[in-house]
């Protein structure tokens, strides 16, 4: 038999190497994966953040309590933004369970007067619930004080919202936080100011801090205000950078503190809480900030 020409055998010697390199992968240690499936590269990632909670639990001050919403001096939580039943509001917790699933697995812990200081022992409470999501909305009270020399120090807020959100994550990983911005002070005096009988309601010591003598525009009256503005564009600010560095924690981007409130948002009582109105306005928010696909 002829032998194979030089030009044949190496012909042959690269069809060996490349058959044997095809097949000797999976051969060999069993490392190799194969060609991926049409089916494999269409699997997607579990999303971080989920647009459909299943239960939710509440947390905060008198305004997720409904507080002179519905009458004077009284909560008034079927009205509250974040867990209230009233069709009047359709809270977060109508819009993203239903009426009915809402009543049975939303759950509001927020106290009147609250301040973050109290917020870790809110979130122990609401964790018993093991909720989807939870919803924060504190720093009001912080920032309304006597004067300006008795609000929270920026410090004490963001180590007292770090020890809160940390007593969500210790027990439930994977519970969603929704959390709202520091509503706009200033705005406030601004607006309530227009009202007579809201000026006449402030003196009986609501956030004197920045609704003190409401008619007031000396440069002192105008500092204090300030102050006060400036301390919760601080609070904001850390609400961001504590929430920012937790995946499963969602901020609002400021939403409720540049929200355009007039009069109608405002309780009748006290020209200061948000009415039925204001809060439906709060729930508007953050439906459309818990549900949008991206932040």
Not at 80 to 107: I, Y
Request: include cysteine; proline fraction near 5%; charge should be positive.
């Amino acid at each position: 038999m002829r032998k194979p020409s030089h030009r044949s055998r190496t012909v042959l010697a690269a069809v060996a190497v490349t058959v044997l390199g095809v097949a000797g992968c999976d051969a060999v240690g069993g490392d190799s994966s194969g060609p991926t499936s049409p089916t494999a590269r269409s699997v997607k990632p579990t999303p971080t953040w989920d647009v459909s909670p299943r239960s939710i639990a509440a947390v905060g001050d008198s305004i997720t309590r409904g507080f002179d919403a519905c009458t004077v001096l009284s909560d008034c939580p079927e009205v509250s933004w974040a867990t209230g039943t009233s069709s009047d509001v359709d809270s977060l917790a109508v819009r993203l369970l239903g009426r009915t699933e809402a009543a049975a697995h939303s759950w509001n812990y927020a106290v009147t007067g609250a301040r973050m200081a109290d917020l870790p022992g809110q979130m122990a409470q609401a964790v018993t619930r093991r909720p989807q999501l939870v919803t924060v909305m504190a720093g009001a009270n912080d920032a309304c004080r006597a004067s300006t020399s008795a609000m929270t120090s920026v410090e004490s807020f963001r180590a007292d919202f770090e020890d809160a959100l940390s007593t969500v994550r210790q027990s439930l990983p994977k519970t969603q936080v929704y959390v709202a911005s520091v509503p706009n002070l200033k705005r406030l005096w601004s607006e309530g100011r227009t009202n007579p009988l809201g000026k006449q309601v402030w003196k009986l010591g609501i956030c004197p801090s920045m609704l003190g003598d409401a008619d007031a525009l000396d440069s002192a009256a105008t500092l204090r205000r300030d102050t006060v503005q400036k301390r919760v564009e601080a609070y904001n600010k850390v609400l961001k950078e504590v929430c920012a560095k937790d995946r499963r924690c969602r901020f609002d981007d400021g939403a409720v503190y540049d929200y355009r409130f007039g009069t109608d948002q405002l309780s009748k009582w006290d020209w200061f809480h948000p009415s039925v109105n204001g809060q439906a306005r709060l729930a508007e928010i953050a439906y459309r900030k818990v549900t949008a696909e991206k932040t």
